[in-house]
């Protein structure tokens, strides 16, 4: 049986990128969170996946509200990976966002976004992964990404 400590340290060597997911809830409130395990999944349709905790805000909401907006942090934004990832942070103040088609916030200033709908969700461990399609997808150009590795953040050298 492997130790937490040993498994967090392993999978910390994995380097991955950052996002911050959002939705609405019915009142029309805006909910983020900071999200590393993002992944692409399918090209014909266009999917993509999130793992989310069961503790999560955001778990219960994208079992209600399917639909959610993803920012790729770029290298400069690693204040809001800290910030969407902290309780209790007016997450959202004086933030520049624009909104998707369906309404989700966009981060300005992000590498890329994406507008989903979740199409299936699985229960996996102590989280749910979300299956999702993706409705619309926009890169901005020149933007470098912020990664996420062994526990700190680190930027592309080239
Ligand atoms: C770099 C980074 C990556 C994270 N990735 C995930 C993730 O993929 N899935 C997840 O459920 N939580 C992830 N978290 C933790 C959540 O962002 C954090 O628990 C957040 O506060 C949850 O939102 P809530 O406070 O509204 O419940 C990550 C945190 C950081 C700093």
Do not use: K, W
């Not at 060597?13 to 399918?42: E, P, Q, Y």
């Not at 907006?69 to 690693?78: A, D, K």
């Not at 409705?135 to 592309?156: I, K, M, T, V």
Request: aromatic letters at 8%; one cysteine or more; proline letters at 3%.
């Amino acid at each position: 049986m492997i130790d937490s400590e040993t498994f967090r340290s392993v999978l910390g060597r994995f380097a991955s990128g950052v996002t911050i997911v959002t939705a609405r809830d019915d009142a029309g409130t805006d909910h983020g969170m900071t999200v590393s395990a993002f992944c692409s999944l399918s090209l014909e349709p266009p999917m993509v996946l999130v793992c989310i905790d069961h503790a999560a805000s955001m778990h219960e909401l994208l079992l209600q509200h399917p639909r959610f907006g993803v920012s790729i942090l770029s290298s400069e934004q690693e204040g809001f990976s800290r910030r969407f990832a902290t309780e209790d942070a007016e997450r959202f103040d004086g933030i520049a966002y624009s909104r998707g088609e369906c309404g989700v916030v966009l981060l300005n200033e992000a590498v890329a976004h994406l507008e989903c709908e979740v199409s299936q969700h699985h229960d996996a461990g102590d989280h749910t992964i979300f299956l999702a399609r993706v409705e619309r997808a926009e890169p901005r150009e020149g933007g470098r990404p912020l990664l996420y590795y062994r526990g700190g953040y680190a930027q592309l050298e080239r």
